[in-house]
T-cell receptor, first 116, second 115 residues
């Protein structure tokens, strides 16, 4: 079966612009999470959606937002981009509602965002 | 905020040697997962441990969850060049009220196995 698909794979944006990243989870998976990965901070949790509702949110500024559609596909948006937003943005899906119930996550290959 | 300390950060060893990677926290986790990530790709789940004291084996990899569910280790026997990669531990934390955060990741162990 198809894995988690993230588009685009690479993106270059200018400081101050906004960006939208897309994630299509594995068919049947209803939970989608987003993570930011940088060399200095590692993987950090952004937010998690289940059945179109945001369940959890990490410690990121309000410039970072997301949503989930009825088909479980998810988007995340970053407004007023800063140089420090340059990172690999990873999406992960799981069948259960997440919440640490032991289910593993399947990650996409990520979107590499560079802010110049 | 729950933190996971992973050690060592970097490890370079010869093919055939054994190694252990550690993951420690002051928090109790409901489950702990180990992932492996290769350059340009997302992490791939290796194992999930849920019960304190649990030991799981995946070929030459042995994973252990501490009795108190605050720590975990990954042991690789007879390492091979194909084991090279970034190994990440990730903990899931459940609040007593039923709420939860997303996965908390350690910063990873960069493992290089030299032929």
């Amino acid at each position: 079966k198809a894995g988690v698909t993230q588009t685009p794979r690479y993106l270059i944006k200018t400081r101050g612009q906004q960006v939208t990243l897309s994630c299509s989870p594995i068919s049947g998976h209803r939970s989608v999470s987003w993570y930011q990965q940088t060399p200095g901070q590692g993987l950090q949790f952004l937010f998690e959606y289940f059945s179109e509702t945001q369940r959890n949110k990490g410690n990121f500024p309000g410039r970072f937002s997301g949503r989930q559609f009825s088909n479980s596909r998810s988007e995340m948006n970053v407004s007023t981009l800063e140089l420090g937003d340059s990172a690999l943005y990873l999406c992960a899906s799981t069948f259960t509602e997440g919440r640490g119930l032991g289910g593993g996550y399947t990650f996409g290959s990520g979107t590499r965002l560079t802010v110049v | 905020t729950q933190l996971l300390e992973q050690s060592p950060q970097f490890l370079s060893i010869q093919e055939g040697e054994n190694l252990t990677v550690y993951c420690n926290s002051s928090s109790v986790f409901s489950s702990l997962q180990w992932y492996r990530q290769e350059p340009g790709e997302g992490p791939v789940l290796l194992v999930t441990v849920v019960t304190g004291g649990e030991v799981k084996k995946l070929k030459r990899l042995t994973f252990q969850f501490g009795d108190a569910r605050k720590d975990s280790s990954l042991h690789i026997t007879a390492a091979q060049p194909g084991d090279t990669g970034l190994y990440l531990c990730a903990g899931a934390f459940l609040y007593s009220g039923g709420g939860a955060d997303g996965l908390t990741f350690g910063k990873g162990t960069h493992l290089i196995i030299q032929p």
